[in-house]
């Protein structure tokens, strides 16, 4: 998943949705759920638009079609995405992070 990483730290919005099954779901925790590629799309263009924080991996972990990375961005907030990948695209994204962190290092009204 470095691909998506490289990807979503360039902002760019054409190449990380060339990694998503049409048919994808992605669900934030908290943020709600996106369904298909144009939720999708549409969801990461306004993060991409409100916040201007990058991805370091910490960790990752791959066991067959799951891919898991634990990141850290820049100032402190931590977080967790979860890939289930079938037939070389995302079909499921799941991503966790402390609200209260996102707020505090970007403002609310960046943070949602």
């Not at 990752?60 to 990948?85: H, K, N, S």
Request: charged share 20%.
């Amino acid at each position: 998943m470095r691909l998506w990483v490289q990807a979503y730290n360039r902002r760019d919005l054409g190449e990380i949705m060339h990694l998503y099954s049409p048919d994808a779901v992605m669900e934030l925790a908290p943020g709600g759920t996106s369904f298909g590629v144009n939720e999708i799309r549409s969801r990461l263009a306004k993060t991409f638009a409100t916040l201007g924080m990058s991805l370091l991996i910490r960790n990752e972990i791959y066991m067959g079609q799951w891919a898991a990375i634990e990141w850290q961005d820049p100032v402190g907030l931590e977080g967790c995405t979860i890939f289930r990948i079938e037939e070389g695209l995302i079909r499921l994204h799941r991503s966790y992070w402390d609200s209260a962190k996102l707020i505090a290092a970007y403002g609310p009204d960046r943070a949602n």
